[in-house]
């Protein structure tokens, strides 16, 4: 095959498109995270009760996966990121219909989670379809970055604006940079290239189109190495989904005394952490072509820092800071998982390898979002409004834990995963 779609303005177009719709919907994926107690108090909901309605993005966001990893196979990218941008605008506005319940809530989080069911899956096949497999490692860690990008404006930027013109506002603005969004998705994502098209010609020459794509959907979760790479995947995300996402604002608030926009920002080293730790890792795995040592550390290094942020007595934000910049770092090898999965499975199979794995990793968070809420109030003797730190803490500690199991499956990574996939087609 020609080397066309290695280089070239519109493959990067094509990918920085796709990538800053994963920026944008990162942003509303993590925006609760500093609007959690306006919204608790509001509506009078308990820990439990809001992690589960905020959770709900995950619930939807997870079982997708699988379908929308179809859509890419059979559509391409562009077909399927618009709409997907628009239902994630379309949440933001949902979320603020005035309402004595919290059932708009809900709904928008659940339009939210299905637009952002296509974003890093998206932006993951365009790089598999138009560059070479030698810089996917690096371009997965880099697109990582961006959506950090995206948790450090929902961060402490979203604070201060929450705090100044109240949660609604807040979202109002979120759906206009929605807007933007799809419009840049429109313009700069071009549809499915020749080459690729020539290719899922050829393989599904003998079967009709729908029995193609179940048949490399039905590959992938037959494939072990699959579920082991996305367990691994999920246990070293899971801390930035359960304290970045969502609860981390709030534990800094009750462990230190500081102001939310303070602690907002001390909670943001996480992702300052991922931000720099993608990319490098993501560069370091394709020029060693190591994916398998790089996650078994990073999970050992991951289980020591959030232990040491939990159960150590530090009362110093620069010190939190600075471990939670850390383990950020430490967590970033997570992003090799995607490519781990491309190279274990079959080529035509794009958009599937990487939404198996991707689905794991969210269906993990959309359970142990409500669970730690439920841990917090059963551990804690105050009333909603002030969680104790003790409460907190306990709560959070399922971080390490999960870390650690991560530590002890990436052991059962097969060594030749590095390695091009024996089935894989020529190119």
């Known amino acids: ?33 500093v609007m959690e107690h306006e919204l608790a108090v509001e509506f009078s909901a308990s820990a439990a009760t809001m992690g589960a309605v905020l959770g709900a993005y995950y619930l939807v966001y997870s079982p997708l996966q699988l379908f ?30 005035p309402s004595n319940s919290l059932l708009y809530i809900t709904l928008g989080r ?14 993951m096949y365009l790089a598999a379809v138009w560059f070479h497999e030698n810089k996917l490692a690096f371009l997965s860690g880099l697109a990582t970055s961006l959506g950090i990008c995206g948790a450090l404006l929902g961060q402490a930027p979203l604070s201060v604006l929450i705090d100044k013109s109240g949660w609604r506002m807040s979202l109002v603005l979120l759906a206009i940079i929605g807007l933007i969004t799809f419009i840049i998705v429109y313009l ?135 471990l939670l910049f850390l383990a950020g770092i430490s967590s970033s090898p997570q992003v090799i998982c995607f490519v781990a999965s491309l190279e274990a499975n079959l080529p035509s199979a794009k958009g599937s390898a990487i939404a198996v794995v991707n689905m794991i990793i969210m269906f993990v968070g959309g359970i142990f979002q409500p669970i730690v809420g439920w841990l917090m109030e059963r551990n804690s003797t105050c009333d909603r409004e002030v969680v104790s ?25 097969k060594r030749g995963i590095d390695e091009r996939a024996p089935h894989e087609e020529k190119m």
Not at 271 to 290: A, F, H, K, Q, T
Not at 397 to 412: D, E, Q, Y
């Open 1 to 33: 095959m020609k080397h066309e779609k290695k280089s070239g303005r519109v493959a990067w177009f094509a990918w920085m498109a796709a990538s800053i719709f994963y920026l944008y919907e990162y942003a509303v994926r993590i925006a609760p995270s």
């Open 188 to 322: 700069f994502i071009p549809q499915t290239p020749r080459w690729e098209k020539e290719k899922q010609q050829i393989s599904k020459s003998d079967r009709s189109p729908l029995a193609h794509l179940a048949a490399g959907l039905v590959s992938v979760c037959r494939n072990k190495q699959t579920w082991v790479v996305g367990v691994v995947a999920s246990c070293l995300y899971m801390p930035t989904v359960v304290f970045g996402d969502l609860w981390g604002v709030q534990y800094i608030r009750s462990a230190l005394g500081l102001h939310k926009a303070e602690a907002a920002k001390v909670a943001s080293m996480l992702y300052i952490g991922w931000l720099i730790g993608g990319p490098l890792v993501g560069l370091l795995s394709d020029l060693i072509r190591c994916r398998r040592k790089l996650l078994v550390l990073g999970c050992f290094l991951s289980t020591i820092f959030f232990s040491v942020i939990l159960i150590c007595p530090i009362q110093s934000p620069f010190i939190i800071g600075l």
């Open 110 to 123: 659940i339009l939210a989670g299905v637009g952002s069911s296509c974003a890093f899956i998206g932006v």
């Open 389 to 413: 730190h003790i409460a907190f803490r306990n709560a959070l500690l399922t971080m390490p834990i999960l870390t650690f199991i991560g530590l002890l499956v990436s052991l059962f990574i």
């Open 68 to 97: 929308a990893g179809l859509l890419f196979d059979k559509f391409g990218g562009k077909k399927v990121l618009v709409p997907a941008s628009v239902l994630v605008s379309t949440g933001c506005l949902c979320m603020i219909i």
